[in-house]
């Protein structure tokens, strides 16, 4: 799995962790999955780290972002607020994408370079 895609999940699941009850998710399976995405991450590379940092907190705001419209709220937020989301959504997954990227390229993995078609994400 390249680099990118380990810390982006690595990341979703410490989410996960923090954020949902135990009625929610396994507890127990979620930390052995972060476990192993973990021995992915040289914890010797402060500049990873910080990446990975970057990249939790960008994740962070895109779920507080969408969790009225997983829970189908969407009736109650109107669709102004939904289109105020989604481009905000849209402008965060730019951040993530180029965060990426920066793992990307600091870990030398260039074929892996998260380009996005035709996507808004993509445009900077």
């Known amino acids: 799995m390249p680099i990118n895609e380990l810390c982006d999940r690595l990341t979703i699941a410490e989410l ?3 954020r949902l009850s135990e ?15 973990r021995e992915g991450v040289d914890k010797d590379n402060a500049q ?10 960008i994740n962070g705001k895109m779920w ?10 969407d009736l ?7 289109g105020k989301r989604a481009v905000a959504i849209r402008n965060h997954n730019r ?8 793992i990307t390229n600091l870990v030398q993995q260039p ?3 998260d380009c996005k078609m035709n996507h808004a994400s993509s445009q900077r």
């Open 48 to 57: 990873l780290l910080d990446l990975v940092s970057r990249l939790k907190e």
């Open 95 to 102: 951040n993530r994408v180029a965060v990426k990227n920066e």
């Open 76 to 82: 109650e937020l109107g669709l102004a607020e939904i």
């Open 23 to 37: 009625t929610e998710v396994d507890k127990e399976l979620l930390s052995k999955q972060i476990n192993y995405l």
């Open 16 to 18: 996960k962790m923090e």
């Open 111 to 113: 074929e892996f370079v």
């Open 64 to 73: 507080d972002l969408e969790y009225d419209l997983r829970k189908g709220l």
